[in-house]
């Protein structure tokens, strides 16, 4: 009897053991909490593939041809506009917004053309 008690006791610290383990995982976020003034652009979603790293001090930049139209994921540390050209579509982005799928279905992220730092009011990008 003592032997199934130590078992059964043993078993039970082993479970509250790895069950606080589980629910003390941290968070899996989509954003990097290390990007500072970067907008990371993937060519593939969930943030994978090639990596395009947007600098706030680069003024506006037109997409490389890997990414031109296949913005499919993104981080941002920084606000930024993403554009599209013909016709002329604007998205604003907030430092610290996020996305896994970004061209899938109607997202933004299968027109998109480039991207500057700051609001979407401002005239930098060229009409």
């Known amino acids: ?11 039970c610290v082993i479970f509250v053991a ?14 990097d909490p290390n990007l500072e003034h970067v907008v990371k652009i993937f060519n593939h979603w969930d943030f994978e593939g090639d990596v395009f790293v ?9 997409l490389p041809n890997q990414f031109w ?7 941002s540390g920084i606000d930024a506009c993403f554009v599209k050209f013909h016709p002329r579509e604007q ?19 299968q027109r998109m053309d480039g991207l500057y730092a700051g609001s979407c009011t401002e005239s930098i990008c060229p009409l």
């Not at 790895?18 to 954003?31: D, H, K, L, R, Y």
């Not at 139209?69 to 981080?75: I, P």
């Open 54 to 62: 947007y600098n706030a001090t680069d003024g506006y930049v037109q």
């Open 69 to 75: 139209k296949r913005a499919e994921s993104f981080q």
């Open 18 to 31: 790895t069950a606080e383990s589980v629910t003390n995982a941290p968070i899996v976020m989509g954003n």
């Open 91 to 109: 998205y604003q982005i907030k430092a610290g917004d996020y996305h896994r799928n970004y061209a899938a279905l109607c997202n933004f992220g």
């Open 1 to 11: 009897m003592f032997k199934q008690s130590l078992i059964f006791f043993a078993l």
